[in-house]
């Protein structure tokens, strides 16, 4: 039997993106001390690659297809095929930020002001050129870890650190001066592996589902009991993706309505449903949108 061989994240989006192929419909499973986890899918073999070499594996055909950050396919330059944005990160749907971090007293205050400095980061290449290309001649150097606590100590002037929210730096004393890339999980293939037309539908399978797992998260359905008479007063309170589905009831004078809508307006939505007249509202979550 065929098979695709699909790098997995190892690391801080590991577990995100296990939770995210389960919701897509595949069960993977790791196993301690084994960097291959098993796939309820016989024609897909999986493999743990930490999200900083992923491209390259991709790249030279190691890996036909891999999961791993926009950062760590700008810092490799490796050549792969982007087939989609898949927007999670380690822990929310929200693009991590690499941004320039200093001391609260550091005098740097914009990015110019990092010429003749240190900076210390993991995103050696992208730094580096992100700066040559605004003129800026600083000193960049690798970071194996406690990136932040360098600065702090005043081993270096400023770090080029990764964040969601930021509460950690600031927790730490640090200031963030600027953002400098914001980055998402990506869906990549080898040129190769594009080649053969079973290995591209099965990326773009892979492709579809978790689009379409990462569109439902946040939506939810609602449904719902509507007087005929009341109609005209509650379909105009629901936004839906094209228009709400509505049918009759056995009885004739009441109406089944369904549709889908954003979870942050529920809260709001629901006490406006009742006040316009319906009733038996149920809310249920969504796997997939497709």
């Known amino acids: 039997m065929r098979q695709l061989k699909l790098g997995i994240p190892k690391g801080s989006l590991e577990n995100s993106t296990l939770a995210l192929f389960g919701q897509a419909g595949w069960t993977i499973s790791p196993h301690s001390r084994n960097y291959f986890p098993t796939i309820d899918d016989p024609e897909i073999r999986c493999a743990l690659v930490r999200s900083q070499e992923m491209a390259r594996y991709v790249a030279n055909g190691i890996l036909d297809a891999g999961l791993t950050g926009l950062d760590w396919i700008l810092e490799s330059e490796a050549d792969v095929v982007e087939i989609g944005e898949l927007s999670y990160s380690k822990s929310s749907d929200q693009p991590a930020r690499w941004v320039l971090i200093v001391r609260e007293d550091s005098p740097i205050r914009c990015l110019e002001d990092l010429a003749g400095k240190r900076i210390a980061t993991e995103l050696v290449g992208f730094t580096r050129r992100y700066l040559a290309e605004r003129g800026i001649d600083a000193s960049v150097e690798f970071s194996w870890g406690a990136t932040e606590a360098k600065v702090v100590e005043g081993l270096v002037d400023a770090a080029i650190e990764i964040t969601e929210t930021g509460s950690t730096i600031r927790a730490h004393g640090l200031r963030i001066v600027c953002d400098l890339l914001h980055t998402t999980t990506r869906l990549i293939a080898s040129r190769t592996a594009l080649t053969d037309p079973w290995k591209q539908t099965k990326i773009e399978q892979i492709a579809l589902l978790t ?80």
Do not use: C, F
């Open 211 to 290: 689009r379409a797992a990462l569109a439902a998260r946040n939506k939810v359905a609602l449904k719902m009991n509507v007087p005929a008479a009341h109609i005209d007063a509650v379909v105009p309170l629901l936004p839906s993706l094209h228009a709400p589905t509505v049918s009759h009831l056995y009885d004739r004078d009441w109406l089944a309505v369904e549709t889908v809508v954003d979870r942050q307006q529920v809260r709001d939505l629901i006490p406006r449903l009742t006040a316009a007249g319906a009733q038996g509202i149920l809310e249920y979550e969504l796997k997939k949108i497709v």
